[in-house]
């Protein structure tokens, strides 16, 4: 199946056949990274209408995107699409390997993703509790990881009975995001995370994005407050019309093609992002127990398949100097993780650490046997 | 499948305070439509609200079980959970079996005091008690399978409210029948009517429903 | 109508034929179809010749026994019509192409019609045979629940979703319907039956002229089922490629937005 109209028909000219030729020439991501994201011409309709009108767009692995845009630009369909929610209506995407174009395939991503979207996704009705346990066990997941979420974002007070419906808008948002750690996505998809939020819930939200990147995640996020998303990500991208329009080429030397011009991705950090806590004081945060490994992000999702079909497609994969780093980092993190580095005050800071500005740090320890959840993803492709 | 009864913890709170009531008052309202004095000559004399009992119940049951599966997707529709469901890739078959069965327990449970409040309101016998058990349970889901697909059908749309009555009552037609007769059977022990025949064609259609449901529900819960 | 590869307009160009929109304006006759209309009135024309006029009154119905002749058919229309719709129905669950939706469609709305004809006719005829028009007759109770469960059908075809979304829900409900039909048919058959005999027996012993008159009825009614079928299919075909169209209007204009942003501008 390929790009369809709305009856299912195809109606761009020529498109892959779906999962027997992967598409080769889609991929011109970061030479060496696993391109995540994967759009050309995308369209997609709500209702009759096509709120994104031919997306380009490539995401690759380890990338921080902002998406900017004026309100209907079609930023949040843009994340629906890439969380396998909105339907392609035309052109060609990929995201995680999974062809969007299949019905099949889209079930397996929506799996893999995790999209904060302007809906809660919760119960009014259920205590945020209850909420997390429900949609833990919808998403086949260890009721106990629910328990050190809802301490990490400071729900495991008097708030985890309260029910949602009786909780403030930020409470709430707080909530969803607590849903979203639980599920550990590979790609998380943020639509406005920062709204509505006080200072220490953005911080977190930073926080919570530098850490899922330094685990490996891939972070796309929309958001209006500005400063402090420019503040985070690796690259800008406006969204108007429908369409991808350009690039911030901030930062960067500007690359052959305009559009696609980046800034390096956060380097797959020897540095290890601390668990981000709600709350000011992150010296607060009493040491998780070792074992549990990030209490946020960093458990393997469970993407044997897709796992392997992109590591393959991975454009000339050389052995990375950082790949020991990252495995040796993600398999420590039972060590490493608590806090590794003296974290400063704020979540701002947190963004020198991150190899954006400052050099990476030296790998904390050297690469662990247990490198869980890379070396399950990548076991099939190449074992690092 | 399970973990959906969850949400029974919390409708059961919220809802059922509602729906039992219609129910209730439903029975009451019938009984004040047909005069309960007027004794009819069939093949025995009964007074005409016992006599026709067994249907009024069944009708409450279905309008209330309609309240219920409304209620049951509203539920789903509130705040784009239907989106989170499907991001959380639960089996489409899972979703179809745990929202039936979660509205199965709650029409039961609507039932039994249904049941008791048409006891003590039309003040009929019971002749079979085994056989009404099994027409109440097999009618029961029968209504909440069909009921909960077509409910689907509608799900996340404003014209739901509207559009699911249309749909399932005709569906619905043979279990209102099967039912009607078999607890007729039940409460009069009539000779004319082979009331577990009756049972097993709700059995059927239950059955039925329990296949087609399942297959289907994944174009369903597809996209909306 | 744009039929730049790059847009998501254009039909298949094998489907093209369907339609004759080559011609211009766009319509939905063709000469095989003017024919097929041609031969609906003639056979109509003959059965009311037939019907009214040539074959003899019955013995006990006297003259209503000529409702007959448009009853029968429309029975039989009404339910190969939606068979046809459940057909249609599987074919585009399976297929995923919209041709099949729409017969699907177009066989219900038909469907509907010839039943709501059914009912009238029934119910007439009841007026003088029975002295009522509505019986709690097996076969008028269960034609009407069928009636009533094909209005749901169109009902759900109009829903305000994606194409794709509504095209998928109305052919699993195109499918359980006609499951639904036999169900329903054979329950309340049988809750009747036990009640009281057969209201009328299958009228037993025919006039040979009477027969054919029903025969001619018969093909009539499948000519002119078939003529409006095809017909309707090409009228939601056009109206389908209207709305690529539009599409395609639609995506020049919302990438138009993008300049009145000035967004696109400041950051250069």
């Known amino acids: ?384 | ?224 | 109508m744009s039929t730049t590869a790059a847009e998501p307009t254009g039909a298949e160009p094998g489907d093209k034929p369907l339609v004759a929109s080559a011609v211009n304006p766009p319509h939905t006759g063709s000469v095989a179809t003017r024919r097929l209309g041609v031969a609906a009135i003639v056979l109509l024309a003959l059965t009311l010749l037939f019907g009214l006029v040539l074959s003899p009154p019955e013995v006990s119905q006297r003259d209503a026994v000529r409702l007959m002749y448009l009853h029968l058919p429309s029975i039989a229309v009404t339910y190969l019509a939606f068979l046809t719709t459940a057909v249609g129905s599987a074919l585009y669950l399976r297929k995923g192409s919209v041709y099949w939706d729409l017969v699907a469609g177009a066989a219900a709305e038909i469907g509907v019609l010839f039943c709501s004809f059914v009912l009238v006719t029934g119910s007439l005829w009841g007026k003088p045979t029975w002295g009522v028009y509505w019986q709690w007759d097996a076969r008028l109770t269960s034609t009407t629940v069928l009636f009533v469960m094909y209005l749901g059908y169109l009902a759900v075809r109009r829903l305000e979703l994606p194409p794709e979304v509504r095209s998928r829900r109305a052919a699993v409900l195109g499918i359980v319907s006609f499951g639904n039909v036999i169900i329903v048919h054979y329950s309340v058959k049988w809750w009747r039956g036990l009640h009281q005999g057969q209201t009328f027996g299958a009228d037993t012993k025919m006039d040979g002229l009477m027969l054919f008159t029903v025969f001619l009825g018969l093909m009539s009614f499948l000519v002119l089922a078939a003529w409006l079928l095809i017909h309707r299919f090409r009228v939601s075909w056009l109206a389908r490629e209207v709305e690529q169209v539009g599409l395609a209007q639609a995506l020049a204009e919302r990438r138009a937005e993008t300049d009145a942003t000035g967004l696109v501008g400041r950051s250069r």
């Open chain 2, 1 to 224: 499948m399970t973990v959906k009864d969850l949400r029974i913890e919390l409708t059961s709170r919220v809802v059922m305070a509602q729906i039992l009531p219609f129910g209730l008052l439903i029975l009451i309202l019938f009984g004040l439509a047909i005069s309960p004095d007027l004794v009819v000559v069939g093949d025995a004399r009964r007074p005409v609200i016992e006599e026709i009992a067994p249907g009024l119940f069944w009708l409450t049951v279905l309008l209330s079980a309609l309240m219920a599966l409304g209620r049951a997707f509203a539920l789903e529709a509130d705040d784009g959970n239907l989106d989170a469901l499907r991001m959380a890739g639960l089996d489409p078959a899972g979703v179809f079996l745990g929202k039936a069965l979660a509205v199965t327990v709650q029409l039961v449970a609507v039932e039994t005091v249904l049941g008791f409040g048409a006891f003590v309101v039309f003040g009929a016998p019971v002749a079979r008690p085994g056989l009404l058990a099994a027409t109440v349970l097999l009618a029961t889901v029968g209504i909440t399978l069909a009921g909960t697909l077509y409910a689907a059908l509608a799900a996340g749309l404003r014209v739901r409210d509207t559009l699911v009555p249309l749909l399932v009552l005709p569906v619905l037609a043979p279990v209102l029948l099967g039912a009607t007769q078999a607890s007729r059977d039940a409460l009069f022990a009539d000779p004319g009517v082979p009331g577990w025949s009756w049972a097993g064609l709700l059995a059927v259609f239950s059955l039925l429903y329990l296949g087609v449901g399942m297959l289907a529900f994944g174009p369903l819960l597809e996209e909306s």
């Open chain 1, 1 to 384: 199946m390929e790009g369809q109209d709305g009856y299912g028909r195809p109606i761009v000219g020529p498109v892959s056949d779906g999962d027997k030729t992967p598409a080769g020439p889609l991929d011109v991501g970061q030479p060496g990274r696993t391109v995540v994201i994967q759009l050309r011409q995308a369209i997609s309709l709500i209702e009759r209408f096509p709120a994104l009108a031919g997306v380009d767009l490539t995401v690759s692995e380890g990338e921080i995107v902002l998406l900017r845009g004026p309100n209907g630009a079609g930023k949040s369909t843009l994340l629906r699409l890439c969380a396998g929610l909105a339907p392609l209506n035309g052109g060609r995407g990929e995201v995680l390997g999974h062809d969007l174009s299949s019905r099949r395939e889209r079930r397996e991503l929506r799996r893999q993703t995790g999209l904060l979207a302007h809906a809660t996704f919760l119960y009014d009705e259920l205590t945020v509790e209850e909420n997390l346990m429900f949609w833990a066990r919808a998403n086949r997941l260890d009721e106990a990881s629910v328990e050190p979420v809802l301490d990490r974002l400071a729900l495991a007070n008097r708030l985890r009975h309260v029910r949602v419906a009786n909780l403030s808008a930020g409470q709430r948002r707080r909530a969803s995001l607590a849903v979203l750690v639980c599920r550990r996505p590979r790609l998380w998809l943020l639509d406005e995370p920062h709204a509505g939020l006080d200072v220490n819930g953005r911080d977190f939200v930073d926080g919570l994005i530098k850490h899922a990147v330094a685990f490996g995640g891939t972070v796309l996020l929309a958001s209006h407050d500005f400063d402090r998303a420019a503040e985070i990500a690796t690259r800008t991208v406006i969204v108007a019309g429908g369409q991808v329009q350009e690039t911030d080429p901030a930062g960067l030397g500007g690359s052959p093609e305009g559009r696609m011009a980046r800034r390096p991705p956060v380097a797959p950090a020897p540095y290890v992002a601390p668990p981000p806590r709600w709350g000011h004081e992150p010296d607060d945060s009493p040491p998780p127990d070792p074992g549990a490994g990030s209490p946020l992000v960093g458990r393997p999702p469970r993407v044997e398949a897709a796992g392997s079909r992109l590591g393959g497609r991975a454009t000339a994969d050389p052995p990375r100097p950082s790949r020991a780093a990252i495995d040796g980092a993600a398999g420590n993190e039972a060590v490493a993780d608590p806090a590794p580095e003296p974290a400063p005050a704020d979540g701002e800071g947190d963004g020198s650490g991150t190899g954006r500005s400052g050099p990476p740090q030296p790998p904390a320890v050297g690469a662990g046997p247990g490198s869980r959840w890379r070396g399950r993803r990548r076991a099939p492709a190449e074992s690092g």
